[in-house]
DNA sequence: CACGGGATCGTCT
DNA sequence: GACGATCCCGTGT
């Protein structure tokens, strides 16, 4: 039910993110269990992919960990604020990744109110890249942990959640108008009619 | 509801 | 020294 090397470490990092709709993120720290579903993804491919942190292979000591092989985690700060959680695929080279954008909120809600200083549950308590992982506890010092491996804080689910093709929706990636052409591939998937996703642009 | 700006700091030039 | 793979809150309608 924990996927696998196999899921992960496949070359289609657009094909993957579609797959990972409906797979449930799951964290414990301190033996305190948070999850929800996921709902919103995007893809992000070096060398081609403008928009992506490794375009033309840049390799940096940020970026160094999307070039490991699938199936762990690349966390980092953005805006000096949040801390956005992407899942490494392909193979050691290649520096395919997935960015978390949404989760629908499943068990232990409280703990994830309490982190976001909530009183009651709404989309926005999940709903982004930059919320979902205060949410569920995560930060850049989970940044290149093995989500793949037994006793991992971090892992993802199958729990036979079934998102039927046509319920799927690509768009553009959002914030990267800075990727020129690259900025308009509809690398952006969601589930249709999910309140808990980001809003739509 | 749309829009605009401030927050805040690691990373790269 | 500039700038984000964002979010939140204030203002105006």
């Known amino acids: 039910m924990k996927l696998s090397k196999k899921f992960y470490q496949s070359n289609d990092v657009v094909q993957i993110s579609k797959d990972l709709l409906g797979k449930v993120l799951v964290t414990n720290f ?9 709902v919103e993804t995007e893809a992000y491919r070096a060398p081609d992919d403008k928009a992506c942190h490794a375009y033309k292979n840049r ?20 805006y000096g604020i949040h801390h956005l959680f992407n899942i490494v695929t392909s193979t050691e080279g290649n520096a395919h990744a997935v960015l978390i954008r949404a989760i629908e909120p499943i068990e232990n809600v409280e703990l994830m109110l309490k982190r976001r200083n909530f009183s009651t549950s709404k989309p926005q308590l999940t709903a982004g890249p930059g919320v979902l992982t205060k949410a569920l506890g995560i930060t850049t010092s989970n940044n290149g942990l093995d989500i793949m491996k037994k006793n991992s804080p971090i892992w ?26 690259c900025a308009t591939w509809p690398w952006r998937f969601r589930i249709k009619n999910n309140r808990w996703t980001s809003n739509a642009k």
């Open 30 to 38: 301190n033996n305190q269990l948070t999850s929800g579903i996921i």
């Open 59 to 78: 390799k940096t000591e940020r970026t160094k960990t999307m070039f490991e092989a699938g199936g762990i985690a690349y966390i980092y700060l953005c």
């Open 156 to 181: 993802v689910e199958d729990r036979g959640v079934e998102v039927p093709k046509n319920t799927m929706i690509a768009s553009p990636r959002v914030g990267v108008g800075y990727a020129e052409e």
